[in-house]
């Protein structure tokens, strides 16, 4: 029987907004595995940044399907430890199809010869180091999973379950998770955590662009500080594949 009575169309916000409301209440395993097997099956990939939190998706995402595809952008601003730490993950978890895309070498060559474009450009920089390079690893993808959280920020309080965006379905399986959830589950599966939260590290994205958590902040308080930023870009303004290529 099928789990909702209407095709599962990519990026039709109506069917997002029907399989947010079908899933509302599913574990996250629930979820995945729905994605993964019956409403995407071969046409969904997971992006992870390999964070601060990301073992949990991870384990979730292995226990339901170990090959699927993970997509990784190094930027080429990452911290040591973040590489260090994807490859202990990939191997702990057993995870067989770990992908990694970069920024387009011209790209950099044109806009940030000199590798200081994130001083006075941070949306440019997020651009063409994290943004375009996820466009071409989505390309022939209809749907991709994140693991966006709604305790993590004010402007992700609302996140939906499944959501729509452009021509592809969104799935945030981790949404209604809570902070004491994550631990939970990093605590009872033992699962490795990143470096850095250890020093106070709860975002982590770029070098130059992340700093140390105060106490009372929300946990994305040290990405872009004092900047005026607060996203990316691959949750914001995403552009479609082909888009910027």
């Not at 929300?218 to 290529?245: L, M, N, Q, V, Y």
Request: aromatic fraction near 8%.
């Amino acid at each position: 029987m099928p789990l909702l009575d209407q095709p599962v169309r990519p990026g039709d916000t109506g069917v997002a907004e029907a399989l947010s409301a079908r899933f509302e209440s599913a574990s996250a395993q629930e979820i995945l595995r729905a994605a993964l097997t019956e409403f995407f099956p071969g046409k969904i990939a997971v992006v992870s940044s390999f964070g601060a939190d990301s073992a949990v998706l991870l384990h979730l995402v292995s226990l339901v399907d170990p090959a699927a595809p993970v997509v990784f952008v190094d930027t080429g601003q990452l911290f040591p430890e973040t590489l260090a730490y994807r490859d202990l993950l990939t191997g702990r978890l057993g995870l067989t199809n770990v992908q990694v895309f970069t920024p387009d070498a011209e790209d950099l060559r044109e806009q940030d010869p000199e590798n200081f474009l994130w001083a006075r450009d941070q949306d440019a920089c997020c651009n063409i180091r994290k943004v375009l390079p996820l466009t071409r690893a989505l390309q022939g993808y209809d749907a991709w999973i994140s693991g966006r959280k709604r305790f993590q920020a004010d402007t992700r309080k609302n996140l939906p379950v499944f959501e729509a965006q452009g021509a592809r379905t969104k799935v945030n399986p981790l949404a209604n998770w809570s902070a004491q959830d994550i631990l939970d589950h990093l605590k009872t599966w033992d699962l490795p955590r990143h470096p850095l939260v250890a020093k106070n590290y709860f975002s982590i994205g770029c070098l130059p662009c992340t700093s140390p958590v105060r106490p009372g902040e929300d946990p994305r308080a040290g990405r872009w500080r004092g900047k005026g930023k607060i996203e990316c870009g691959i949750h914001t303004s995403f552009p479609e594949a082909g888009a910027g290529i």
